[in-house]
């Protein structure tokens, strides 16, 4: 993922300078609600043209009074939450189930968790706009077609654009990056350096694009969007045949030993993990020193990683599909096999226990250490889903015509 934007100091017993170091000791579901509400504090701030509470302070009674009182009570409520935050190690506010009806709001884009808020373009024939969960909705340019992959890069909502057969990266804040060079397709944007960057293909050449337009090319291609892990950013890349990981500081993790295939990086203890197969063997998960744990049946798929407590989990399928079906632990146990979901995706550790999506004609819920939640709830699509707090956990979810989260109880 990106780097995580650096946010206005706080007041009223809020952390200032301090925050940064004691986010460090946080869960990290309390860190990105954190950001969520940090977040919010500066899109109000930015509404008056303040960057920050020492700015508004000095404003005096009489400008301070030009601030709506909601925006004002808003402030304090969401700067207590995050002093008790840090305090306590918790983040309850906002914690609340929303339903986003969608019969009005022209074509609605897939939804997008950015910083614990829901985001997501709609496109019309007035006008697009991008849809805030917290906040009224931002006129964007008329003229593109598709937008999605949204990130938030130092305090900026960035996305990405598909616009008259070209693509380039722009901002909610009407900046546009890449527009006219003839890309025809862009990756998710990312953060090198401190600054806006993406991946971008000119035909079948791929480059990285930097904030200012300046192009970087190389001799290889790269795969997929940019993962954070620990506090670099890997990116899956192919050079020739054989497929290896790059991080933002150099590293190249798995090059040379021939891999013509390397998916699911995932942190494993802070460090990268992924999986690996050369032509002909089985796969093997690789840690990052290189070392490798061979996964040694055969399956007809292999995809995702988790490490949950001491032991590291990935999920697979030996029925002649390319999805997996069940979960199976590194040391060859398989779990969930007897329920035959037509598919899981995304596994992660939620409450300290295997938690992914499962798909079941055509409906999708959640299952936690094999336990269903959502079943009843024909949800179309989870676009995602997250521990909010040490006893629950959200989703992200389409539901008939509405977007909405549920928030459920972790089992134990």
């Known amino acids: ?24 000791d946080l869960p990290r579901y309390v860190r990105d609600r954190l950001d969520n509400l940090q977040m919010q504090v500066t899109r109000i701030l930015e509404k008056y043209g303040i960057s920050s509470f020492d700015e508004l302070k000095a404003l005096g009674e009489i400008d301070s009074k030009k601030i709506d009182v909601k925006d004002i009570e808003r402030l304090t409520e969401l700067t207590k939450a995050i002093a008790e935050a840090v305090k306590t190690k918790e983040v309850h506010l906002n914690d609340t189930e929303v339903e986003i009806p969608l019969d009005d709001l022209g074509s609605a884009r897939n939804p997008e968790v950015v910083d614990g808020e829901i985001v997501f373009a709609v496109i019309t024939y007035d006008g697009n706009y991008i849809y805030h969960e917290d906040g009224p909705p931002v006129s964007v340019d008329k003229d593109f077609d598709f937008i999605a992959d949204f ?5 900026r909502l960035v996305f990405a654009v598909e616009c008259e057969d070209e693509s380039f990266i722009a901002t909610e804040d009407g900046s546009v990056i890449g527009r006219g060079k003839g890309y025809n397709s ?4 990312m953060c090198i350096d ?8 000119r035909g079948e050449k791929t480059c990285t694009v930097m904030e200012d337009g300046t192009e970087i090319e ?13 506090d670099k950013d890997f990116e899956r890349v192919q050079r020739g045949g054989e497929q290896y990981f790059t991080s933002s500081n150099g590293d190249e993790i798995g090059k040379g030993r021939g891999y013509v295939d390397v998916r699911s990086p ?3 203890g802070g460090k990268i993990g992924f999986l690996a197969k050369k032509e002909n063997d089985n796969w093997v998960i690789v840690d990052h020193g290189g070392n490798e744990t061979e996964i040694k049946k055969e399956y007809d798929a292999v995809t995702g990683l988790v490490k949950v407590g001491d032991e590291i989990f990935f999920g697979a399928s030996d029925s002649l599909v390319s999805r997996a079906r069940f979960i199976v632990n590194i040391d060859g146990t398989e779990r969930w096999r007897d329920r035959e979901y037509d598919r899981i995706l995304y596994i992660q550790d939620i409450g ?16 936690i250490d094999g336990e269903e939640f959502g079943v009843d709830q024909d949800y179309y699509e989870i676009f995602d889903y997250y521990q909010v707090n040490p006893t629950q956990f959200a989703v992200i979810a389409g539901k008939g015509r509405e977007y909405v ?7 134990g």
């Open 194 to 201: 401190g600054k806006i960057a993406f991946r971008a293909w």
């Open 1 to 24: 993922m990106p780097e995580r934007p650096q946010k206005p100091r706080s007041h009223d017993g809020a952390p200032s300078a301090e925050l940064g170091v004691a986010k460090l």
């Open 151 to 155: 990130q938030r890069i130092n305090g």
């Open 266 to 268: 995932s942190d494993l």
């Open 352 to 367: 300290g226990m295997v938690a992914f999506i499962a798909e079941e004609d055509r409906s999708q819920f959640i299952v």
């Open 186 to 189: 862009v990756d998710s944007p």
């Open 218 to 230: 190389g001799d290889f291609q790269f795969w997929g969007y940019p993962k954070r892990i620990g």
């Open 405 to 411: 989260r549920h928030i459920y109880e972790i089992p």
